[in-house]
């Protein structure tokens, strides 16, 4: 079967396609054909050689396939079943601890930028009803972040106001999700053609971050000076005083990127005065995901693509994703 191996130091140019033998299933495990991926942050991070991985290791976190071999012991799945994975395989359900964040693929194990991989059965969920391989891909990380924001942490209802930052995959599914749940939604970004592509997805309000610095002061003005319920806060250190402005009262803020740097200044003294909750968020747990289907297979969200890239030329996809001019999720169709 064909992978991708990423060799140390790390890097886009270190990464092999190269072949290697699959694994047949033992007892919990199931063998998949992996006919999709999508890039996340995250991934890049690790192709990079920014985190700490073994020289070798198998890249990208998400992946969607079908079932080609069961282990002993294994009733959820059988051959020929559409499958999903799970960003966390250990983390099943309830709050989150350290046991439950070990074994991400692509990260602390191998990943899905494989043709064939074998992974208990744990790890996986099925898929929305009637998403090809590559729609259901795209959810694991960011659509799964975007729910947990909104749905499980904040639990906003209709009429809620939600701020999203920029067109990444997390933010344009917070805006979809945000909207299916009858939510106000102000969304940024600095370039005018990419607000206007959210305003098709039903962004309510949009704000040009690049031509109003204090954009964080104009969220709140179009809330009528109440402020936003829940930002989805992406950028960090370089945006979170913004985000903070444009917070009501006892709002909240989640804070699922860094874009802006690992660290920073935050107006503390503002956060505490104005009682807003600033939570981090790492993705979610299998039950979330089960959630999040069932509300993807009732109200119809589809996942918005922005290219597609053969395995082959993953360094290429990234290449892609660097450039910041992709406006949703990048796909590897395998």
């Known amino acids: 079967?064909?992978?991708?191996?990423v060799k140390k130091p790390g890097g886009l140019e270190n990464i092999e396609i190269r072949q290697d033998g699959p694994r047949d299933p033992g007892p919990g495990?199931?063998?998949v054909r992996v006919k999709a991926s999508s890039l996340n942050f995250h991934d890049l991070v690790?192709?990079?050689?920014?985190?700490?991985?073994?020289?070798?290791?198998?890249?990208?976190?998400?992946?969607?396939?079908?079932?080609?071999?069961?282990?002993?012991g294994v009733t959820r799945f059988k051959e020929g079943d559409a499958v999903l994975s799970t960003f966390f395989?250990?983390?099943?359900?309830?709050?989150?601890t350290l046991d439950k964040l070990i074994g991400v693929p692509g990260d602390h194990v191998d990943g899905f930028g494989a043709e064939t991989v074998t992974m208990p059965a744990k790890a996986f969920t099925r898929p929305p009803k009637g998403y090809s391989?590559?729609?259901?891909?795209?959810?694991?990380?960011?659509?799964?972040?975007?729910?947990?924001?909104?749905?499980?942490?904040?639990?906003?209802?209709?009429?809620?106001?939600v701020l999203t930052q920029g067109t990444g995959g997390v933010s344009i599914f917070a805006l979809q999700l945000a909207?299916?749940?009858g939510a106000n939604v102000i969304s940024t970004s600095s370039s005018g053609e990419k607000l206007e592509r959210l305003k098709e997805l039903g962004?309510?309000?949009?704000?040009?971050?690049k031509e109003n610095p204090d954009w964080g002061k104009t969220a709140k003005e179009i809330t009528g000076g109440v402020g936003?319920?829940?930002?989805?806060?992406?950028?960090?250190?370089?945006?979170?005083?913004?985000?903070?402005?444009?917070?009501?009262?006892?709002?909240?803020?989640?804070?699922?990127?860094?874009?802006?740097g690992m660290a920073g200044e935050v107006p503390t003294a503002q956060l505490m005065s104005a009682n807003v909750t600033l939570k981090g968020l790492t993705v979610g747990s299998r039950q979330d995901q089960e959630d999040m289907i069932a509300a993807i297979d009732a109200n119809g969200i589809k996942p918005v693509i922005d290219s597609h890239f053969p395995l082959d030329e993953i360094a290429n996809a990234f290449a892609h994703q660097v450039s910041q001019k992709h406006f949703g999720k990048i796909c590897l169709d395998i």
């Open 133 to 161: 391989h590559a729609e259901a891909a795209t959810l694991t990380c960011a659509a799964l972040t975007a729910w947990r924001a909104l749905m499980v942490e904040t639990r906003i209802k209709p009429g809620d106001w």
């Open 228 to 260: 936003v319920d829940e930002v989805v806060e992406i950028g960090g250190p370089g945006t979170m005083a913004q985000s903070i402005t444009a917070s009501r009262i006892g709002g909240h803020i989640s804070l699922i990127g860094v874009l802006t």
């Open 89 to 96: 395989p250990n983390w099943r359900d309830g709050p989150t």
């Open 1 to 5: 079967m064909k992978i991708a191996a």
């Open 46 to 72: 690790v192709v990079q050689g920014l985190l700490p991985v073994e020289d070798g290791r198998i890249p990208m976190s998400d992946g969607a396939g079908d079932v080609v071999a069961v282990g002993d």
């Open 203 to 209: 962004a309510d309000h949009l704000i040009n971050y």
């Open 29 to 31: 495990e199931i063998q």
């Open 179 to 181: 909207k299916a749940a």
